[in-house]
């Protein structure tokens, strides 16, 4: 059973998405999630644990067999059966020892064995949702530069005021104005709306 995920350290990640086109309308059919983009390891660990029934029930203070498993990739699948999420494993290992090169090649077979997991299907069509929000949306990368003079809570306000009234902009997710680097003769900020994709190339 699963006891938890857990996210530890620095890592890499990549977000692919598969699909079809009719026209010029696309449907999203995969989601992959990799931890471990550029050979870096990745950060995501599961925990796992079986657990004996006493008196015709399953607690969690009879578990056993508690295991780590360190995750490279999640992937999400469009069906019109129950949904499944493919895992790959890069190392797995009792919760009493500590991770090393057996591990790793215990990772290496699981992922050839480990059968998809059954998941709730909402959040089977949310992974698939947010596969598509990014096709359908582009970040613009809006990078400015103020004197340290300036009234920088008045800049920020202008900015903040031109992007709400702009209505190519998607208003989900929040976005943000932000302070990016404290130049030697400027205060460089940032701002990292989403636009449509139909929107990204607007000439003006």
């Not at 295991?67 to 009792?94: C, D, W, Y």
């Not at 020892?97 to 077979?109: A, N, P, V």
């Not at 998941?119 to 359908?136: C, R, S």
């Not at 190519?168 to 030697?184: N, Q, T, Y």
Request: net charge negative.
């Amino acid at each position: 059973m699963l006891d938890y995920i857990k996210f530890e350290g620095e890592g890499v990640g990549l977000i692919e998405v598969n699909g079809t086109m009719a026209g010029s309308t696309p449907t999203v059919t995969e989601v992959d999630i990799c931890f471990n983009a550029g050979d870096q390891k990745s950060p995501v660990t599961i925990g796992l644990y079986s657990v004996k029934p006493q008196d015709g029930q399953y607690k969690y203070e009879n578990r056993y067999n508690e295991i780590i498993a360190r995750v490279n990739m999640l992937a999400f699948k469009k069906t019109q059966e129950t949904p499944k999420m493919g895992i790959e494993i890069a190392s797995i290992h009792k919760k009493t020892e500590d991770e090393g090169f057996w591990s790793t090649i215990k990772g290496l077979i699981a992922s050839f064995f480990i059968k998809p997991l059954e998941v709730d299907k909402l959040g089977n069509d949310t992974m698939l949702n947010f596969g598509y929000a990014l096709l359908e949306q582009k970040r613009v990368d809006m990078v400015g530069g103020f004197s340290y003079n300036d009234d920088l809570k008045k800049a920020k306000g202008i900015i903040e005021s031109v992007l709400a009234a702009d209505g190519m902009i998607v208003k989900k997710p929040d976005w943000a104005v932000a302070v990016s680097e404290l130049a030697d003769g400027t205060v460089n900020s940032v701002a990292c709306p989403l636009v449509k994709a139909s929107d990204y190339w607007y000439p003006g």
